[in-house]
């Protein structure tokens, strides 16, 4: 019997032991941070105009924005579209990137004019 | 709009930046058009030409158009990270910061809710007010996430003051942070320090000012750029199309001598309509930086600067209009001054005499990239020969003096000439408690050799 006792003593302190031990290893430390990520302002959101049904005998404006690429692309892009719409027409503005602000006129004008735009180059 | 293919994601980034989020865009097959043969360019446009007509003719999914967002951010939220022991859950957190692109690439400071509240002990302003909205995604710095960002640098307190005046400058429409952010140009914001502020917060203004070595200038500098990334959000290869990149991205802030400016040379801040009693802070679109030496083998001392001027546009004229910034050497103003030089006047001689040829320009008539860049049409007008000053106005020009007293050796930087970026210069407001935070810099000081 005391020795029953005795056996019973040391596996409840073999089990307390590992129990300590196991959740000693398996400690955890935690490090909590601010996000240093700043909220994104979101600007008045603009939706795409309509699409066209067809290119066909439509006006399309071209919006040169000066980049290097554009003078260098346009008139390929212009002679490869006329060969798959030849009834397109197409009206060049060549408006600065970095003048936008000021230039509302003109591009309210290529607006006007347009049926659609495209731009380049974005570099 | 049509794109070059590496610039794809900047330019969705930029249109939903600007609200168009289903702006339709093509990619060519090719990373520039600029240089490409007659028969590259022919075959892109017929490759693409069916998807451009589709982006003029087919559907999109379509947004409501809606109001602007108010302006009321939240409080930061809290992130955790865990490890075995403190150590491996900052490496956690590194490692996660790294992945996100919420980093500089060096070991960072844990912004904790107790540390961010110590830096915000640097100024008055509440958590929540709204110092600006950093390009090029629009984030709203509120003044709790530049402290956050000054922590994960190492910044102190103390340095909150001159961190809220820089960003104040950065979100100023004259600096054109979109621009320097996004740009494929090689620019970089560099910060200039004007005024008794320098003392108070032992920022070195004397031998190697540009370089490493105390507290404040490396992690003032070091906040800006984490700002930048974490605020602005603009990073490398996805909106942020700088081939190279710059050095100075690492953040470099330089501080005027005064105490070794010649006598009667009007301080920086003073030339920028601030005054004299208190301190400013400038932000420059750096571009290149360039070594003006006092010796040289011209017979006189400003012949050496009259040259560098000249070099501001060689490798791209089509940067014209942009300013130009002259940090000179103590000794080299001394030079100067003694030769009997004033700031005016230096401004007025490197006008006059740092000029290039028409040439440079390019053949008539002057391009549209070259209009786009400011340069007046006068000048396609003018001989091949004739000297163009290589910027606007002698205004254009501004000029200190920093570092130590050495062989002369002074910078000439230019600036990045693409976009509508300008010198800007705010004036740094202290908090009541100012000698306060002060007293606590006690410790942190690296000495500064004067001499």
Known sequence: MKTRGNLSLILIVLTIFCALYTELVNAQVTLNVLDPRGELFTPPVMPTTARLDTLAGKKIGILNNTKPGADAFQPYLEKALKEMVPTIEFKTWVIPYNAYPDKEKDLKALAEWSNGVIGLLGD | ?451
């Open chain 2, 1 to 451: 709009m049509i794109d070059a293919k590496p610039f794809l994601a900047d330019s969705h980034s930029s249109a939903t930046g600007a609200g168009m989020p289903d702006l339709r865009i093509v990619a060519l097959s090719v990373a520039a058009t600029a240089g490409q043969p007659p028969e590259i360019l022919e075959k892109v446009a017929k490759e693409s030409a069916k998807e451009i007509i589709d982006g003029l003719t087919k559907g999109v999914k379509g947004v409501v158009a809606g109001p602007p967002a108010p302006l009321k951010p939240k409080p930061a939220e809290v992130l955790s990270y865990t490890g075995k022991n403190y150590d491996e859950a900052i490496e956690t957190m590194e490692k996660f910061f790294l992945s996100n692109r919420w980093s500089d690439g060096l070991p960072i400071v844990p912004a904790t809710k107790e540390a961010v509240g110590s830096m915000l002990k640097g100024t008055d302003l509440p958590r929540d007010h709204v110092v600006g909205i950093v390009d090029p995604r629009k984030g709203i710095a509120t003044v709790e996430k530049i402290a956050i960002n000054a922590v994960m640098a190492g910044a102190r307190p103390a340095y909150m003051p001159v961190l809220i005046s820089i960003v104040q400058a950065l979100t100023d429409p004259s600096f054109d942070l979109y621009g320097v952010q996004a740009t494929g140009g090689l620019a970089a914001p560099l910060v200039i320090v004007s005024g008794p502020i320098i003392k108070d917060l032992n920022i070195n203004f004397s031998y190697s000012t540009a370089g490493p070595g105390w507290r404040s200038n490396s992690t003032i500098g070091r906040a800006m750029r984490l700002i930048l990334i974490n605020l602005g959000q603009a990073w490398p290869g996805v909106n942020d199309m700088k081939d190279v990149g710059n050095p100075a991205k690492f953040g470099i802030l330089i501080a005027e001598n005064e105490a070794q400016t010649p006598r009667g040379w009007p301080t920086l801040r003073e030339q920028e309509g601030f005054s004299k009693d208190g301190s400013t802070i400038s932000v420059y679109a750096s571009q290149s930086y360039r070594q003006v030496m006092k010796h040289s083998i011209k017979p006189y001392i400003e012949e050496a600067t009259f040259e560098q001027m000249k070099t501001a546009l060689t490798a791209d004229a089509s940067q014209w209009g942009e300013e130009i910034v002259f940090v000179f050497s103590p000794s080299y103003a001394e030079a100067l001054a003694n030769a009997g030089y004033t700031v005016d006047s230096i401004r007025r001689a490197l006008f006059e005499e740092g000029r290039v040829p028409r040439r440079i320009f390019g053949p008539r008539p002057l391009g549209a990239l070259a209009v786009a860049s400011g340069i007046p049409k006068w000048i396609d007008e003018l001989p091949d020969n004739f000297g163009v000053p290589v910027v606007p106005s002698a205004e254009h020009i501004k000029l200190f003096i920093g570092g130590g007293r050495g062989p002369g050796c002074s910078f000439m930087i230019d600036q990045w000439g693409f976009g509508n970026s300008h010198f800007t210069t705010k004036e740094v407001k202290l908090p009541p408690n100012w000698r306060e935070l002060v007293n606590e810099l006690k410790g942190w000081e690296t000495p500064i050799e004067v001499k």
